[in-house]
């Protein structure tokens, strides 16, 4: 069993940078598929991205392609997601998950654990 902890959330102008990241307690880390989703207000959560256990399989949502890369440490038990050029439609709670099956995905119910959450605000 793993516990998600996110932090780094903050404000940041638009076209800014933020690093999140997600610290799992257990042992058995680097079995666990990690993905990251957000949840803006009155909005429902949506995938962001996700990465296998070894870090060799990534997967973005469209809307964050090419902005967003998604990266782990398993020596560290960590999982990192790089903010770059934030837009106004980026705002909202960023959630880890950490799922068993190892199997990265856009599912939520791929995932078996989730952790509380980091707010972003993007603001000029």
């Known amino acids: 069993q793993v516990q998600p902890v996110e932090s780094g959330g903050g404000l940041v102008q638009p076209g800014g940078s933020l690093r999140l990241s997600c610290a799992a307690s257990?042992?058995?880390?680097?079995?666990?598929?990690m993905g990251w989703f957000r949840q803006a207000p009155g909005k429902e959560r949506e995938f962001v991205a996700a990465?296998?256990?070894?870090?060799?399989?990534?997967y973005y949502a469209d809307s964050v392609k090419g902005r967003f890369t998604i990266s782990r440490d398993n020596a560290k038990n960590t999982v990192y997601l790089q903010l770059n050029s934030l837009k106004p439609e980026d705002p909202a709670v960023y959630y880890c998950?950490?799922?068993?099956?190892?199997?990265?995905?856009?599912?939520?119910?791929?995932?078996?654990?989730w952790g509380q959450g980091t707010q972003v605000t993007v603001s000029s």
């Open positions: 998950a950490a799922g068993r099956s190892g199997i990265p995905g856009s599912n939520p119910r791929l995932y078996d654990y």
């Open positions: 257990g042992r058995t880390f680097s079995r666990y598929a």
């Open positions: 990465i296998g256990g070894s870090g060799c399989s990534t």
